[in-house]
């Protein structure tokens, strides 16, 4: 018999190389390589005699949806629960995972087998969130655990159709020597539990967390593993939670369900733009509203800009939910294409509400509320800009800006600046098509304008001869 093979592993990132060495070869830790007995390797096994068909004769099977009962936990899911499918459920400590968990896990209760392991608090900790929720009276078995064998028990004695798991990090096997939390202890518990799902038809949701270096349980640890990943974000200091689908093999990834944090849990948010908007005749400069995709969702914001003199050498760029590189770039295109003087100002940006702006359809109000801060003159009521700006401080259309605008009709929006590119249709409302960031910067002194006419005191015809 020839020695058995083993295989290294690294506990930070996964890493397999063929021998043990003190630091890792990929993220250069050290400490962290541990050896395990390679898995053999079957030699000569005869074929099972597959045979491939043609697409259109594959049968379709029709999945069995579990609603979860929250509106907004079924469209991220594309419809509910998948019987026999893994969800991995992500985000930071306190957006609000478990609670949510814990309000699907009682509307399910009523009519299906739930098992709730909670392998991070202990069951009377369960039992006092699920008072402050109140669902204290949903039939739902509830256990603390932290083997996996225990769990797999569980799963064996009670036979559940829906499995909650919070967390998979806390989960380990005794079978393995690293410590719970690691790389391997994540994968191969995580892997166990799909096969568990699969083969008993169980719809599982485990409970992940996210690194400090932003990745989900991990390296890449669990992504491909499990059927579909939704993430949880939101900011402790408000009360706007979003749970995005980036994976989802039996449903559209991209769909963001909205939720309320309130002191008697999530509440559902069917629509968003009314959280982020309240008094649309209000001006004031340096506020600017625009309309975002988030999904297939669109959702209308307000971005606000504060502009003051700078004291120092390098003026300042504080943002709040906009990327810092991106409010740099379009400050340096303010100034250099938009003629508007940044050189010497502190920069203070935000956006109102919690939500963050990623996609570039936000350029054109940011530029437009920054724009307004320098001259202290407030854009036009029931104003929405809606575009994208480039380096040579061109206005350019985003996608689907018919959705955009629609939404921003219904909330009563009335007048939107957009690129003049845009040839559809305009949704009812009014248009100013630019060209150039110039254009557009154009409006505040057309507001200017207006706002001398209103101000001056009417005259007084005299009589003639006077």
């Known amino acids: 018999m020839g020695r058995p093979s083993v295989v290294a592993t690294c ?59 929250i509106g907004e936990l079924d469209r991220a899911l594309g419809g509910g629960l998948v019987a026999g499918s893994v969800v991995l459920l992500g985000g930071e400590p306190g957006t ?10 009682a509307s399910l209760a009523t009519g299906h087998e739930v098992v709730y392991v909670s392998a991070e608090e202990s069951a009377a900790q369960v039992r006092l969130r699920a008072e402050r929720l109140d669902v204290l009276d949903a039939p739902v078995r509830v256990a603390a655990a932290t083997k996996l064998p225990d769990v797999l028990a569980l799963v064996e004695q009670h036979q559940p159709d829906v499995l909650i798991l919070d967390s998979v990090q806390t989960i380990h096997d005794p079978d393995r020597d690293s410590s719970a939390g690691s790389v391997v202890q994540v994968r191969e518990c995580a892997a166990a539990l799909a096969r568990m799902a699969k083969a008993n038809g169980v719809a599982t949701v485990l409970v992940g967390h996210v690194t400090k270096e932003g990745s989900l349980a991990g390296p890449r640890t669990l992504e491909h593993l ?7 974000e939101g900011d402790r200091s408000h009360a706007l939670r979003l749970l995005r689908a980036v994976k989802n093999r039996f449903g559209a990834a991209g769909e963001v369900g909205c939720f309320e944090m309130t002191s008697t849990g999530l509440d ?120 994208e700006i480039g380096l040579g401080g061109e206005v350019r259309p985003v996608p689907q800006l018919d959705r955009r605008l629609a939404e921003a009709a219904r909330l009563g929006l ?53």
């Not at 590189?325 to 250099?336: D, F, W």
């Open 11 to 69: 506990a930070a990132c996964g890493h397999t190389q063929p021998r043990w060495t003190g630091q890792c070869g990929r993220c250069r830790a050290w400490g962290t390589i541990e050896e395990a007995a390679a898995e053999p390797r079957a030699r000569g096994e005869a074929g099972t005699g597959i045979r491939a068909t043609s697409l259109r004769d594959v049968p379709r099977d029709a999945a069995d949806r579990l609603p979860a009962g």
């Open 96 to 105: 609000g995972k478990s609670t949510l968990l814990l309000q699907a896990a």
């Open 226 to 232: 499990v059927d579909a990943v939704l993430l949880m």
């Open 268 to 387: 559902e948010v069917t629509d968003a733009s009314r959280l982020f908007l309240d008094d649309l005749d209000a001006t004031a400069p340096g506020v600017c509203r625009t309309v975002l995709l988030e999904g297939p969702r669109p959702v209308a914001v307000e971005i606000q800009a504060l502009t003051v003199p700078s004291t120092l050498a390098s003026p300042r760029r504080q943002t709040n939910g906009l990327d810092a590189s991106r409010v740099a770039v379009l400050t340096a295109v303010l100034q250099r294409r938009g003629e508007v003087p940044m050189a010497s100002r502190d920069l203070f940006a935000s956006v109102v509400g919690g939500i963050r702006v990623e996609e570039p359809a936000g350029d054109l109000a940011l530029a437009l509320a920054v724009a307004s801060s320098v001259a202290d003159r407030p854009l036009p009521p029931r104003l929405a800009a809606i575009g």
């Open 414 to 466: 009335s007048v939107a600046v957009v690129s003049r590119r845009w040839d559809g249709p305009d949704q009812g409302i009014h248009l100013h098509r630019v060209d150039s960031l110039v254009d557009a910067v154009g409006l505040l002194e057309m507001t200017g304008k207006h706002s001398a006419a209103r101000e001056q005191p009417a005259r007084v015809r005299q009589p003639a001869g006077a």
